[in-house]
């Protein structure tokens, strides 16, 4: 039996120490003729994307060896193997490691990140091929001396160097790519970060001669940002799509063929049950990172029953937080989920760091990108899904884990309080109200406009009363409207985040400023409801509640 590497991302590592490998270089043929200059694959954690993008760089890479991939399928394509194996100049980079507690922090990061690469290269310094200025510029890259628009460039002048140099144009690999994006959000420099990543991308990646194709993996299709905007032949493939299904992840086939070659196949039914149910495009799937741990732990110990092993691997806190908003319908679904029941609900593969919060109904979205949930059938195309829980593996963490946070949710004050004080007229116990419970829920400062109106939806949601968000009234869009029917009445709230804590009053005037000059009271006016408006603005763990009264 082979030796199993567990947690080993480098397929040279892979390879040279002869251990065990499930075979998906027909990744790179499929890739090949799939014609994407730019290619972006989004997938769960520990489904083997590193690993992927490091069997492509040893597999295109100039100098490397191709005794790497003897006995491998993509071997048997002779005619492609000698076109492409090796013939390439390669720049492959991980940014799972650039995060720091301020942007300031994070760039500095990026500078020795790119300082590293760069010695990895330094043969370019003695190329009579390369110019003095790209020299220069190399130069004060890996020496620490590098102003920030060469630091946003380097790419560029990366590709640019080896391009000249081996006249061949290069591949750039760029793995866990919206890692920084998801650190700089939790430390609150989320618009900085976006900011320099959509150059330092939009420079190396849109119409760039010296590049011959690059792919791209993450966890989260980031789109609206405009970090890919204006790129050519850009294609996006998700979890939903079915041409490269098979190749992140493991397939039945494959985890069956595990389990013989390690004499488990008597568990199949058992791994089946707590590690299978994943469907990317149609194709049934497996997570390789709780295959592979499990079966080293049966070599030393057969008797081992399955366990978590995928839970640990990465952070669940947008999902805590998403809980701590989470409605009642919301909780009621997740309890139906556990039961092994399927639900209907909202899913977009297009989410953005900066909207995670604009909703509650953004908790399937998570779930579904994160590996928490899967669809129940093939993608519906639509805005609806099917959903399920995988497996015992994540039915186990819904129960051990999510359960808590509802419960701790659930402790809060009761929601119907928030309403009463609105309809009341008593802005004073709302601001109390509301202070109370970001005093003992939110953990992080400065989420942003979208967050604050997401608390306060979800509050509100909570009530007996309907709840409109983000709908069109008057003249544009008012942020939160709560109705309430019987007795002819409707709330309006215009929601507003200071930066600092003295300008908490003036933003509410110039949230009930906005209403009134919006119109946003007009449509329930004419129906003859009164209208009562607030102005709420929230800084930190802090809110400031301001009554402009009936209308």
Same mark, same amino acid.
């Given at each position: 039996?082979?030796?199993?590497? =567990?947690? %080993?991302?480098?397929?040279?590592?892979?390879?040279?120490?002869?251990?065990?490998?499930?075979?998906?270089?027909?990744?790179?043929?499929? /890739?090949?003729?799939?014609?994407?200059?730019?290619? *972006?694959?989004?997938?769960?954690?520990?489904?083997?994307?590193?690993?992927?993008?490091?069997?492509?760089?040893?597999?295109?890479?100039?100098?490397?060896?191709?005794? /790497?991939?003897?006995?491998?399928?993509?071997?048997?394509?002779?005619?492609? %193997?000698? +076109?492409?194996?090796?013939?390439?100049?390669?720049?492959?980079?991980?940014?799972?490691?650039?995060?720091?507690?301020?942007?300031?922090?994070?760039?500095?990061?990026?500078?020795?990140? *790119?300082?590293?690469?760069?010695?990895?290269?330094?043969?370019?310094?003695?190329?009579?091929?390369?110019?003095?200025?790209?020299?220069?510029?190399? @130069?004060?890259?890996?020496?620490?001396?590098?102003?920030?628009?060469?630091?946003?460039?380097?790419?560029?002048? /990366?590709?640019?160097?080896?391009?000249?140099?081996?006249?061949?144009?290069?591949?750039?690999?760029?793995?866990?790519?919206? =890692?920084?994006?998801?650190?700089?959000?939790?430390?609150?420099?989320?618009?900085?970060?976006?900011?320099?990543?959509?150059?330092?991308?939009?420079?190396?990646?849109?119409?760039?001669?010296?590049?011959?194709?690059?792919?791209?993996?993450?966890?989260?299709?980031?789109?609206?940002?405009?970090?890919?905007?204006?790129?050519?032949?850009?294609?996006?493939?998700?979890?939903?799509?079915?041409?490269?299904?098979?190749?992140?992840?493991?397939?039945?086939?494959?985890?069956?063929?595990?389990?013989?070659?390690?004499?488990?196949?008597?568990?199949? +039914?058992?791994?089946?049950?707590?590690?299978?149910? @994943?469907?990317?495009?149609?194709?049934?799937?497996?997570?390789?990172?709780?295959?592979?741990?499990?079966?080293?732990?049966?070599?030393?110990?057969?008797?081992?029953?399955?366990?978590?092993?995928?839970?640990?691997?990465?952070?669940?806190?947008?999902?805590?937080?998403?809980?701590?908003?989470?409605?009642?319908?919301?909780?009621?679904?997740?309890?139906?989920?556990?039961?092994?029941?399927?639900?209907?609900?909202?899913?977009?593969?297009?989410?953005?760091?900066?909207?995670?919060?604009?909703?509650?109904?953004?908790?399937?979205?998570?779930? @579904?990108?994160?590996?928490?949930?899967?669809?129940?059938?093939?993608?519906?195309?639509?805005?609806?899904?099917?959903?399920?829980?995988?497996?015992?593996?994540?039915?186990?963490?819904?129960?051990?884990?999510?359960?808590?946070?509802?419960?701790?949710?659930?402790?809060?004050?009761?929601?119907?309080?928030?309403?009463?004080?609105?309809?009341?007229?008593?802005?004073?116990?709302?601001?109390?109200?509301?202070?109370?419970?970001?005093?003992?829920?939110?953990?992080?400062?400065?989420?942003?406009?979208?967050?604050?109106?997401?608390?306060?939806?979800?509050?509100?949601?909570?009530?007996?009363?309907?709840? +409109?968000?983000?709908? +069109?009234?008057?003249?544009?869009?008012?942020?939160?409207?709560?109705?309430?029917?019987?007795?002819?009445?409707?709330?309006?709230?215009?929601?507003?985040?200071?930066?600092? @804590?003295?300008?908490?009053?003036?933003?509410?005037?110039?949230?009930?400023?906005?209403?009134?000059?919006?119109?946003?009271?007009?449509?329930?006016?004419?129906?003859?409801?009164?209208?009562?408006?607030?102005?709420?603005?929230?800084?930190?763990?802090?809110?400031?509640?301001?009554?402009?009264?009936?209308?």
């Amino acid at each position: 039996m082979k030796r199993l590497l =567990v947690g %080993c991302e480098d397929f040279e590592e892979l390879r040279r120490k002869d251990c065990y490998y499930v075979d998906k270089t027909n990744f790179i043929k499929e /890739l090949i003729g799939s014609h994407g200059k730019v290619t *972006l694959f989004t997938r769960p954690r520990r489904f083997g994307k590193t690993l992927t993008m490091s069997m492509l760089k040893h597999f295109f890479g100039i100098g490397s060896d191709p005794s /790497l991939f003897e006995g491998l399928n993509i071997s048997r394509e002779k005619e492609l %193997c000698a +076109e492409h194996q090796g013939k390439y100049p390669v720049v492959f980079i991980t940014m799972k490691n650039i995060e720091g507690i301020r942007f300031e922090k994070a760039l500095a990061e990026v500078s020795i990140f *790119l300082s590293d690469l760069y010695q990895n290269f330094t043969f370019l310094l003695d190329s009579e091929k390369v110019n003095p200025v790209d020299k220069k510029r190399f @130069y004060d890259i890996m020496n620490l001396e590098a102003s920030e628009e060469d630091l946003g460039s380097a790419l560029v002048i /990366l590709l640019r160097m080896l391009h000249v140099h081996y006249g061949k144009k290069a591949i750039l690999l760029i793995d866990e790519y919206d =890692v920084p994006l998801d650190k700089a959000y939790h430390a609150g420099y989320y618009e900085e970060m976006a900011a320099w990543i959509r150059g330092f991308f939009g420079k190396a990646l849109k119409t760039n001669n010296d590049l011959e194709f690059a792919v791209l993996t993450g966890c989260l299709r980031v789109s609206k940002e405009s970090i890919f905007t204006g790129l050519n032949n850009f294609k996006i493939d998700t979890i939903s799509n079915e041409d490269f299904a098979p190749y992140f992840g493991f397939t039945d086939a494959e985890v069956r063929q595990i389990l013989n070659d390690y004499h488990a196949e008597s568990l199949y +039914e058992e791994v089946k049950e707590w590690y299978d149910g @994943y469907r990317f495009g149609g194709e049934e799937m497996y997570c390789p990172w709780d295959i592979i741990n499990y079966i080293d732990l049966l070599r030393n110990h057969p008797d081992t029953r399955p366990r978590l092993f995928w839970i640990n691997t990465s952070s669940n806190s947008i999902i805590r937080e998403l809980i701590d908003i989470a409605d009642d319908d919301i909780k009621e679904n997740i309890e139906a989920l556990i039961q092994g029941e399927s639900i209907q609900a909202p899913v977009s593969e297009n989410l953005t760091y900066h909207e995670l919060r604009s909703s509650p109904d953004n908790l399937w979205s998570i779930l @579904y990108l994160t590996g928490y949930l899967t669809l129940a059938e093939k993608s519906s195309g639509t805005l609806m899904e099917e959903l399920v829980i995988p497996n015992k593996e994540i039915r186990t963490v819904f129960v051990e884990q999510i359960q808590k946070w509802m419960k701790e949710s659930l402790c809060m004050p009761n929601r119907d309080e928030a309403a009463k004080y609105l309809f009341d007229r008593q802005p004073e116990k709302l601001q109390e109200f509301l202070n109370n419970i970001l005093s003992e829920t939110i953990s992080y400062f400065d989420y942003g406009e979208d967050f604050y109106h997401a608390f306060l939806a979800g509050i509100l949601a909570g009530s007996r009363h309907r709840v +409109e968000s983000n709908r +069109e009234h008057g003249l544009g869009r008012s942020d939160l409207v709560i109705h309430a029917r019987r007795i002819k009445t409707a709330v309006i709230i215009e929601v507003k985040h200071a930066k600092k @804590y003295q300008e908490m009053e003036k933003l509410c005037e110039k949230g009930l400023a906005q209403i009134e000059d919006k119109n946003y009271a007009e449509p329930f006016i004419m129906r003859g409801w009164q209208v009562i408006t607030y102005g709420i603005a929230f800084f930190e763990k802090e809110c400031l509640v301001k009554l402009a009264g009936p209308q």
